[in-house]
C-alpha cells in the first residue's frame, strides 16, 4: 500500500467518473431550464410561498441567500433559503427548485421518519467525517508496523466512515420524497402545465443523481478502505 502503485485506486475511478458526469448533468439541466420560462410567470419565491401556504405551512419565512442553488429547507429553525436566483425567476428550473425544497418542509411538517432520521444523524456525521480517515491509516500504519492495537483503531475507523454510508444511504429516499412532493404540488397548484412538467422531472432527477453520486463514492471508498486492511493483515 505504501510502495509503488496502490491497484485499489482502480475502484475508485468509476464512481469518480459519475460523480463528474452528475454534477456536470445537474449544472447543463439547470442551465437550459433556467432560460425556460413557466407561463403563469410565477417566481420560485411565489411557488414556495404557495406550496407552504396551501400545506398548513403558513408561518414558516423565506429568507434570500446569496450564491446559486444555494437554495435549503432548514428544518432546525424552520425556515426557507431561497437564492436570489430561485426567488425572482420564473423559469421552470427556478420553481422546480422552490418546490423541492418546500417538499422538505412538507416532510418536517409531516415528521417524515428519514427525514428526521436524518436531522438526528448530522451531528455524528459532521465528527466521523472529520477523523474516520485518520484514524483508519493510523490503524493501517499501526498494522504494518506489527503493533497490536492497530486492527482495534482501525475497525474503529471503519464503523465511523460505515456511519457516513449510511447517512448517504438515508439521504436518499429524502430527496427523492420531497421531489415528488414537489411534481406534485406544482401540477395541482397550476404552477407547471403538462409540457413544463417534464422540465421540472429533468431539473429535479439530475438533481437526485448527485446524491446517487455521493452514496456511490462512499459505498466504493468503504470497499477500498476494506481491501487495503485485507493486503495489510
Do not use: C, W
Not at 410561498?49 to 429568507?63: A, F, S
Not at 493510523?138 to 474503529?156: P, Q, R, W
Amino acid at each position: 500500500m505504501f510502495y509503488g502503485f496502490d491497484p485499489t485506486v482502480i475502484i475508485l475511478i468509476p464512481a469518480i467518473i459519475f460523480t463528474v458526469y452528475a454534477q456536470r448533468k445537474v449544472q447543463s439541466t439547470y442551465a437550459a431550464y433556467s432560460r425556460v420560462p413557466t407561463k403563469r410567470n410565477i417566481t420560485g419565491g411565489q411557488t414556495a410561498r404557495m406550496i407552504l401556504d396551501r400545506n398548513g405551512m403558513g408561518h414558516v419565512p423565506i429568507e434570500i441567500v446569496p450564491g446559486n442553488l444555494t437554495d435549503n429547507y432548514d428544518p432546525t429553525k424552520d425556515v426557507m433559503h431561497l437564492s436570489e436566483g430561485t426567488n425572482n425567476s420564473s423559469s421552470i428550473a427556478a420553481v422546480a427548485v422552490a418546490a423541492h425544497e418546500s417538499g422538505h418542509a412538507m416532510q418536517d411538517g409531516a415528521n417524515y421518519r428519514f427525514l428526521k432520521l436524518r436531522i438526528a444523524m448530522v451531528p455524528a456525521v459532521n465528527m466521523v467525517s472529520a477523523f474516520s480517515m485518520p484514524i483508519i491509516m493510523l490503524g493501517i500504519i499501526l498494522l504494518v508496523a506489527g503493533n497490536g492495537t492497530g486492527s482495534m483503531i482501525f475497525n474503529i475507523g471503519v464503523i465511523m466512515f460505515a456511519v457516513v454510508v449510511l447517512f448517504h444511504t438515508i439521504t436518499l429516499p429524502v430527496e427523492f420524497d420531497a421531489s415528488k412532493r414537489a411534481l406534485e404540488q406544482l401540477v395541482g397548484l397550476g404552477i407547471v402545465d403538462g409540457n413544463e412538467v417534464n422540465g421540472a422531472r429533468k431539473v429535479l432527477s439530475a438533481a437526485a443523481m448527485t446524491y446517487v453520486a455521493a452514496l456511490a463514492v462512499s459505498l466504493v471508498m468503504l470497499i477500498r478502505i476494506l481491501l487495503i486492511r485485507g493486503n495489510n493483515n
